[in-house]
Nanobody, 121 residues
């Protein structure tokens, strides 16, 4: 079993920054990618960013150039640095882990509980 625990969410004004963390524990695969997704009220869960074990990164167009995903393999932790936040970034942010390289939520078997990010205008 794999456990993922997110932290770092909160309330911030537009233009501000937040850094999310997600720590993995348990029986993690020897090689895995980690992704961040978000879900706003009344909307489907959407892809935000992904990082492979080797450090290759992918971003959705709405967050490209504002968000940065990184990982510390020694700590089994992935980070999401979010800058220039906008009200439309408000959502619950989830981290996910799997052996796949995918931007689709359905391809991930392991999920964290989510952390709320709220951006005021």
């Amino acid at each position: 079993q794999v456990q993922l625990v997110e932290s770092g969410g909160g309330l911030v004004q537009a233009g501000g920054s937040l850094r999310l963390s997600c720590a993995a524990s348990g029986r993690t695969p020897s090689t895995y990618g980690m992704g961040w997704f978000r879900q706003a009220p009344g909307k489907e869960r959407e892809f935000v960013a992904f990082i492979s074990r080797g450090g290759s990164t992918y971003y959705s167009d709405p967050v490209k150039d504002r968000f940065t995903i990184s990982r510390d393999n020694a700590k089994s932790t992935v980070y999401l640095q979010m800058n220039s936040l906008k009200p439309e970034d408000t959502a619950i942010y989830y981290c996910a882990l799997d052996v796949v390289v995918s931007t689709k939520a359905k391809d991930y078997d392991y999920w964290g509980q989510g952390t709320q990010v709220s951006v005021s205008s």
